[in-house]
Structure formats: structure tokens, C-alpha cells
């Protein structure tokens, strides 16, 4: 049986997107760091190792950005399965009080009935 918890895909989402937040914050000091040293040949190495990194970060944050786009869309699917199977529980529901409230002709079945035994 497939289940989703609505509250933890949420909460895991938030937890994505706090992630995201930090790592721009991140990615924006190593660049403050870059632009200021860069100037200056003698750390030509630690600037392009330093740039490496900020590549690298930036294509973690894609990939959580990613992550959260999947969990927000699955969360947006589930949500709409679960109000759709509703709906028709509510539809099958209506159907059958309906249903119920007919008339049913016997007529039929009393002729086909020859006799009854009770013990």
C-alpha cells in the first residue's frame, strides 16, 4: 500500500528550501571572498579553487531546488488523488441512496418461486 504523510512532505520541503537558503548565503560570501582577493596574482590558485567551489555549490542548490520542485509536485498530485477519490466516494454514495429509494417489482420473483421450507 502506497501512503504519503501531507505534514512530513511539507516539513521536508521547508527543511529543502531552508537548505537552499543557507547555501546561497554561502555561495554569496565565497563570492564576496573571491572579488575581493582577485586582484591580487599571488592567489590566482585560491581564487580558481574557490570559483570550483561555487560551481560545485551551485549545482548542489539546482539539485535541491529540484528535490523540492518533485516533493511540492508530489505533494500537489496526492492532494488531488485524495479529493478526487473522495469526490467519487461522494458520487458511489449518492448513487446508491438513490438506488435504494426505487421501487422494486417482485412480481417476477414471486412466480418463479414454486415453495419455501422454514426448519
Do not use: C, P
Not at 512530513?8 to 528550501?17: F, P, T, V, Y
Request: no cysteine; aromatic share 6%; hydrophobic share 35%.
Amino acid at each position: 500500500m502506497f501512503t504519503v504523510a501531507i505534514r512530513a512532505l511539507a516539513e521536508s520541503s521547508q527543511e529543502l528550501q531552508q537548505m537552499v537558503r543557507k547555501l546561497n548565503q554561502q555561495i554569496q560570501e565565497v563570492e564576496g571572498i573571491v572579488s575581493s582577493i582577485r586582484r591580487l596574482s599571488s592567489y590566482d590558485d585560491v581564487v580558481r579553487s574557490l570559483r570550483g567551489h561555487i560551481k560545485k555549490m551551485n549545482t548542489e542548490k539546482r539539485r535541491l531546488m529540484e528535490m523540492m520542485a518533485a516533493l511540492n509536485q508530489i505533494q500537489k498530485i496526492y492532494l488531488q488523488s485524495e479529493r478526487r477519490i473522495t469526490d467519487y466516494g461522494d458520487q458511489v454514495r449518492k448513487a446508491n441512496h438513490y438506488r435504494s429509494m426505487d421501487v422494486v417489482n417482485l412480481r417476477g420473483i414471486r412466480n418463479n418461486i414454486r415453495a419455501y421450507q422454514i426448519r
